[in-house]
T-cell receptor, first 113, second 112 residues
Framework: DSGVTQTPKHLITATGQRVTLRCSPR?????VYWYQQSLDQGLQFLIQ???????AKGNILERFSAQQFPDLHSELNLSSLELGDSALYFC????????????FGPGTRLTVT | ELKVEQNPLFLSMQEGKNYTIYCNYS?????LYWYRQDPGKSLESLFV???NGAVKQEGRLMASLDTKARLSTLHITAAVHDLSATYFC????????????WGAGTKLIIKP
């Protein structure tokens, strides 16, 4: 158990809908990262937050957005969902703004039908 | 462009054999990470290599880092079925706001 929690574990929704994925980092970690992993694919970095502020953006679609709250938990919002958005979404956290070792949550499996 | 290349991308091997996974990267970095992922599961940190010449071992896995060659290796000794997984390497690039740049992963299948 890495100490990073993600909810929900599974999510099934229809095309065009909007969902919110939630992540709580390890106690003491200030940085949160979001990744997308499609079936049998590698990791696609989406976005990083550090202590409430956006630090870096990767291949994140305009339909996706994220934020980190004062209590350091983070939410990833996915809207106008398409079939191709079906994937595992991972949240990871690290101690500070330098990535060093990232600790991954269990992931949220999103299925868009 | 920052790149991290792993090879092979797929490896099927017999139990008891030795093999090495290679991770090449295209930029200066002193920090490299190896992760393991079981199918449908999360990523688990295996090794953190923080300097040139670093070598770390855990059971049948040994990782090393050569920053001058921009190369890390993950060596598997006398493979067992439980080591079947996908292995990712990632490089810490300070110029990219401390993002990790990830390799594509090596899917390792170890047959009894």
């Amino acid at each position: 158990d890495s100490g990073v929690t993600q909810t929900p574990k599974h999510l099934i929704t229809a095309t065009g809908q909007r969902v919110t994925l939630r992540c709580s980092p390890r106690s003491g970690d200030l940085s949160v990262y979001w990744y997308q992993q499609s079936l049998d694919q590698g990791l696609q970095f989406l976005i990083q937050y550090y202590n409430g502020e956006e630090r870096a953006k990767g291949n994140i679609l305009e339909r996706f957005s994220a934020q980190q709250f004062p209590d350091l938990h983070s939410e990833l919002n996915l809207s106008s969902l398409e079939l191709g958005d079906s994937a595992l979404y991972f949240c990871a956290s690290s101690v500070d703004g330098s990535s060093y070792e990232q600790y991954f949550g269990p992931g949220t499996r999103l299925t868009v039908t | 462009e920052l790149k991290v290349e792993q090879n092979p991308l797929f490896l099927s091997m017999q139990e008891g054999k030795n093999y090495t996974i290679y991770c090449n990267y295209s930029t200066t970095s002193d920090r490299l990470y190896w992760y393991r992922q079981d199918p449908g599961k999360s990523l688990e940190s295996l090794f953190v290599l923080l300097s040139n010449g670093a070598v770390k071992q855990e059971g049948r896995l040994m990782a090393s880092l050569d920053t001058k060659a921009r190369l890390s290796t993950l060596h598997i000794t006398a493979a067992v079925h439980d080591l079947s997984a996908t292995y990712f390497c990632a490089v810490d690039v300070m110029d990219s706001n401390y993002q990790l740049i990830w390799g594509a992963g090596t899917k390792l299948i170890i047959k009894p």
